[in-house]
């Protein structure tokens, strides 16, 4: 399946779900940061056509990618009251894309990535750190994102926390 063969995608969501999901023109077309980030269409459409969801996705340009914006176009939601019921502190999802040539594919989410239940991995995590890294107002050099990785990697190794921070700054 490619972007291009999505017709619609439809969400079910829990009991928070919809504070993620409304009002419509913050979370489709978010014009700042944060409400991307906390923008259940906005993040499924970057997942949709990006493949993950990095810092990248929440800058300026992130934020008026035509891409983006368009697969938020084809996304729909609802609250589901059997989510509603099932929410305990997380609430579960079920989405339903739909392709141009009629088919479909579902599927219910109880354990989100992240979760106890499906927990990131150590290379997912230190993705994520490195691309946090690449944001950073003040540059951290490769050479002590490594540092920073290794040392966070073995945590227990590390005598002294102050080395952490000083790879930092």
Known sequence: MEKKDIKKVVIGVGLQGPNLCQPREMRYTPQI??????????????????????????TDEGLHDPEVLAMCEKIEWYQDEELVRETKGVDFSKITIELNDGRSFYQKV??????????????????????????????ISEENVNKLVDMCLHLEDVEDIRDLIALCC
């Open 33 to 58: 940061a944060v409400d991307g980030r906390y923008s259940i269409p906005f993040s499924l459409a970057n997942a949709l056509v990006h493949g993950w969801v990095t810092l990248a996705n929440f």
């Open 110 to 139: 109880t354990d989100p990535l992240g979760s106890p239940t499906n927990p990131v991995t150590d290379d997912d995590i230190v993705a994520k750190f490195r691309d946090c890294c690449s944001h950073a107002r003040k540059p």
